[in-house]
């Protein structure tokens, strides 16, 4: 043991003789498992060959979580096949050497174990879970396009059972503590306190583990086409295996291959080294820059005020409050800000099963017809009608009452924030902070910087962003920013289209074979005709005449959506579509182009910094496919 010399890992023998082995990645606030790690963990296993524990316990020196994963800056790195099969084999055979060691094991789940973390706890023979908020397990390698190919396809169904096995990796999705014991995960959960303690009674207990109920056996062994067969149903609906091959190979290596991937080498050198996998890494990266906008401040806000219960205001509080804050809702009357509560409280419900839980963020969220919040509010959002004489006489009201230090920030989608600011005593102040509908479900929110504003506010609208877990992109004020700028031009073409003959439903078919979200024309039908009409009046270049389908079903008062009708009608809430017609060959590529072209003008404009940060913009702000890895590289690789 004493010759051990590890960088990455802690190595302590209690006096019950039991070794703990905390991993405290060097240089690192998260523990992730880079190749020297894995290195390190085999001279482990190598010394307790020699001379066995009685027992050993993993747990992390991090109070950031166990193992956030792989280290997935070596993914980029993969350039040949082998490397990309060797990858997977050192790790595949390091937890295989884990799994078969005739001491017990047993991992202390604390924080996030994700990927190859939990794979590694998977390898253990017990794995105690510690009930925590932060506490999160999953296998989310399907979201970096690629599977959990170091035991987790072999292991996950083997605790828990194919289905519920099959649901976690394919969607990436995490359970707590609580549920990882329901679901028999983790044999234990408790509470921080005695988790040493319970950990170590656990791990000497002999406790055989609990096996899987007879279905759930014959599920895993001769009954394993029809779980595979509804899985592939399932997937399919989601992703297109042209787009997106790694589920539909998690499936295939689990069902034939028994989780080993090693016994397929083209799948994995298909998928390790794809391009889906390569740019769903990029798009990984990409969050994480987002992500680090606003770090450089050292504040936080503790109330928001909003002005402004509609669509976009009423959300804005109700997200707000549902991450923490306090906050005041102000509209012209009581009877105005109502519905944004009922509405909230609705969508807490569905989220919050706890009555306490509910009725704490429900108090947080309070109406205030006076604006007397406005006073105490540490960011103040404005979200009225979009009309500048409104803006700017609640902006003097505003500036009035408001701290000195707080943020001031509107909404708006159109108006210029040179033209807003002009009545405040400090013009600078004004940032925007421009969310995209619907509030809860859209990542992006786009922090904007008008000539001559104050940078530091710029920075604390965006720390803002990220306390209430959206993703900031910083731009300059614009019109359209970036994520409606490059929309317009897109939805135009595809209304160009339907002017051609092109029904809706051939030209929105295009575009989700192509790998969008959702098609264009249903784009329009959500945004409304009335938004689009503006848009494109103000938007497509001078002179040109807005496409007829729109006009016409504009002058008949069909807005989409909202109306019930567009170019769908709405009536059941879902879109009706009829069958597409044949996709003209190259309609998707004349679609984009538009998109693509426009995307670049503003990075060359300088309305965002650079062109990885207007791919992250374009993805999170509109679901952009992110299996290109953004516009502008997708662009790149069309051109070679
Ligand atoms: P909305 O019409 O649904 O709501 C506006 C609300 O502001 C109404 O409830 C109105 O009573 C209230 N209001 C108007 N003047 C007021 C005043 N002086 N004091 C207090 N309350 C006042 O509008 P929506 O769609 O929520 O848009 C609000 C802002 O958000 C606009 O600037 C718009 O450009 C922007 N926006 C809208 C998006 C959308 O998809 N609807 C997306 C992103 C931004």
Redesign the pocket.
């Known amino acids: 043991m004493m010759t051990l010399n590890l960088q990455h890992w802690r190595v302590e023998l209690d006096s019950a003789g039991i070794a703990w082995a905390t991993f405290d990645k060097f240089g690192e606030s998260a523990n992730s498992l880079s190749s020297v790690v894995m290195a390190e963990l085999g001279q482990m296993l190598d010394a307790f060959d020699r001379a066995p524990p009685k027992a050993l316990i993993f747990r992390s020196g991090k109070d950031a979580g166990f193992i956030a994963g792989a280290d997935i800056q070596e993914f980029t790195q993969l350039d040949t096949a082998d490397k990309g099969r060797e990858l997977v084999e050192r790790g595949w055979n390091l937890f295989n050497r884990l799994a078969a060691v005739r001491y017990p094991t047993l991992a202390l789940v604390r924080g996030h174990c994700l990927g190859g973390g939990l794979e590694l706890a998977l390898a253990c023979r017990y794995l105690l879970a510690v009930d925590e908020p932060g506490t999160k397990m999953g296998l989310p390698e399907v979201m970096l396009g690629i599977f959990p190919g170091w035991g987790g396809m072999l292991r996950l169904p083997e605790r828990v059972g194919p289905a519920a096995a099959m649901d976690m990796m394919l969607t990436g999705k995490t359970i707590d503590a609580k549920r990882a014991k329901r679901m028999g995960l983790a044999d234990d959960c408790v509470p921080p306190r005695v988790m040493e303690n319970a950990a170590r009674m656990l791990v000497l207990s002999n406790q055989p583990r609990r096996s899987l109920l007879f279905l759930q056996k014959l599920l895993n062994g001769p009954l394993k086409s029809i779980v595979a067969n509804g899985a592939r149903k399932q997937v399919a609906k989601r992703a297109r295996q042209e787009h997106y091959p790694a589920p539909y190979a998690i499936i295939d290596i689990w069902a034939k291959h028994n989780g080993n991937a090693l016994v397929a080498p083209e799948l994995v050198d298909g998928i390790v080294r794809s391009s889906t996998a390569r740019n769903l890494v990029r798009v990984f990266f990409l969050q994480e820059r987002l992500k680090s906008f606003g770090k450089d401040v050292d504040w936080k806000a503790q109330r928001v005020h909003v002005?402004?219960?509609?669509?976009?205001?009423g959300d804005i509080a109700a997200w707000c409050a549902l991450r923490g804050l306090t906050v005041t809702l102000?509209?012209?009357s009581m009877e105005?800000i109502a519905p944004a509560l009922k509405r909230a409280r609705s969508s807490f419900a569905r989220r919050i099963k706890d009555p306490l839980q509910l009725r704490a963020v429900m108090d947080r969220l309070i109406p205030d017809p006076e604006g007397q919040g406005a006073a105490h509010a540490d960011v103040v959002i404005e979200?009225?009608?979009?009309n500048v004489e409104?803006k700017h006489?609640?902006f003097k009201k505003l500036d009035a009452v408001m701290k000195p230090d707080a943020v001031l920030a509107t909404?708006?989608?159109?108006l210029k924030l040179e033209d807003l600011r002009t009545v405040l005593k400090n013009p600078a102040r004004l940032v925007g902070i421009?969310?995209?509908?619907p509030v809860a479900k859209m990542p992006l929110v786009e922090v904007v910087s008008a000539d001559g504003g104050d940078p530091e506010m710029a920075r604390k609208a965006a720390a803002f962003v990220r306390q209430i877990d959206r993703l900031p992109l910083p731009v300059k004020s614009a019109p359209g920013f970036l994520v409606n700028a490059v929309l317009g031009p897109y939805m135009l073409e595809a209304l160009r289209a339907v002017d051609e003959g092109n029904s809706p439903e051939t030209v929105d078919e295009a575009m989700l074979a192509f790998g969008m979200p959702m098609g264009p024309i249903e784009l329009v039908d959500m945004v409304g005709l009335d938004v689009a009409m503006a848009a494109g009046k103000a938007l497509a270049s001078s002179g040109a005449e807005p496409p007829k389908c729109l006009v016409e079903r504009f002058d008949a008062g069909n807005l989409g959506k909202k109306t019930g009708k567009g170019f769908y009608d709405h009536s059941t809430g879902k879109p009706a579509k009829g069958l597409p017609g044949t996709i003209p060959p190259g309609l998707a590529a004349r679609l984009i182009k538009p998109l693509l072209a426009r995307t670049q003008q503003l990075v060359d404009e300088g309305i965002v910094a650079d062109a990885d940060l207007a791919d992250a913009g374009v993805i999170f702000g509109t679901g952009f496919a992110p299996f290109t890895g953004g516009p502008l590289n997708y662009a790149k690789n069309q051109n070679g």
Do not use: C, K, P
């Open positions: 002005i402004g219960a509609g669509v976009m205001g102000q509209d012209q105005r979200a009225i009608f979009e409104a006489a609640l909404n708006t989608s159109s421009h969310f995209f509908n």
